[in-house]
């Protein structure tokens, strides 16, 4: 085992459907017919090499076609779980896409009930689930979505996203959604300044009142909104490795996460679609020490806010930040 595989860790923005392990989703595959152009596990991982961010949705919408039955959801969900457990990740907050597979009969709830059931089997690591609302849908569908869920909150679903073609569809439109979710106590995130720039950004603080965003990567383009974020101490989920591959940014060492965190920003580092892009999170400590500059002792002040930017009341929060600092692997 390395340093970076033996440090306890959380992951705040990793997504099931992206976390399916290869030989699993070949399986998949097999099981609905198959596919001529994969004839392989080898072939699959090619698959997951893109140029730019409309490859990479190609072949998530693609994959998402072979999840049909709600079996399915358990099994990669226990598979999925197991992965970070084998990482020494201690706590994760995961998303899910339950109305991407309502075109295959199933109902948000028993899926939700069906990835619960996987993620049980891995006991050794505590998940909870946030529900991402797919914005190309548009917000009067995703809003029976969003009441289809408070329906099955006790399966450990604690928040609220949104995904989707943030290019194509700005947050502000979701504004009452937000607000619905809200006062249904779910606690709310947006993927913004992933794809687009900050405008997108300062549309999910002012219309949907996020408590933390997803990705955030464009942010560095306007200081006002550094130090907004700063000030507030609006988390940002930062996905370094998952950037470089859909082109967002040109390399590891192009990443604003230094910059962010020397502004003394909250920022967590995490995958995204972890099988998609072929990293774990040790892979994404590992690049930041040896492309970004960060320090072992830093890279553990990044797991602490990493805790801190987490959902966990903050009981919580002291306790397995206290924990973590008590490893034998911990540089304090």
């Known amino acids: 085992m390395t340093w970076y595989s033996k440090l306890p860790k959380v992951e705040l923005h990793v997504h099931l459907e992206g976390a399916i392990p290869h030989g699993a989703l070949f399986d998949l595959i097999q099981k609905y017919g198959g596919d001529p152009s994969i004839p392989d596990v ?45 990482q020494n990740i ?18 948000v709830q028993e899926l939700t009930h069906a990835v619960r059931i996987g993620l ?80 997108s950004i300062w549309g999910a603080i002012r219309h949907l009142h996020v408590e933390r965003i997803g990705h955030g990567t464009r942010a560095h383009e306007d200081p006002e909104l550094l130090d907004y974020l700063r000030e507030h101490r609006t988390p940002l989920e930062l996905c370094p490795m998952s950037n470089v591959c859909t082109g967002v940014v040109s390399d590891i060492a192009e990443h604003p996460i230094r910059e962010y965190f020397e502004r003394g920003l909250i920022i967590s580092v995490n995958t995204d679609d972890p099988m998609m892009f072929d990293t ?7 690049l930041l020490v040896q492309e970004c500059g960060f320090t072992r002792q830093e890279i553990c002040r990044l797991i602490l806010l990493g805790v801190e930017s987490s959902w966990l009341s903050e009981d919580r929060k002291k306790l397995l930040a206290t924990s973590f600092e008590k490893e034998p692997s911990w540089i304090g």
Do not use: C
């Not at 946030?130 to 029976?144: F, Q």
């Open 42 to 86: 080898a072939a699959l991982a090619r698959l997951f090499e893109y140029k730019n961010f409309a490859q990479f949705l190609e072949a998530w919408s693609w994959k998402n076609q072979f999840l049909r039955e709600y079996e399915d959801f358990s099994h990669i969900a226990e598979l999925a779980a197991r992965d970070m457990a084998n």
């Open 280 to 286: 774990t999170l040790d892979k994404e400590y590992e």
């Open 120 to 199: 049980s089997r891995a006991p050794e690591i505590e998940v909870s689930l946030i529900a991402d609302l797919v914005r190309d849908h548009g917000p009067e569908s995703e809003m029976t979505t969003l009441k289809r869920l408070n329906e099955v909150k006790g399966d450990g679903v604690i928040g609220i996203g949104i995904g989707g073609s943030e290019h194509k569809f700005p947050p502000e439109p979701f504004k009452s959604l937000f607000e619905e979710a809200r006062l249904m106590d779910f606690h709310v995130n947006a993927h913004a300044g992933e794809t687009t720039g900050p405008e």
């Open 90 to 107: 201690r706590y994760a907050e995961m998303f899910f896409s339950p109305s991407l597979f309502v075109r295959h009969g199933l109902e």
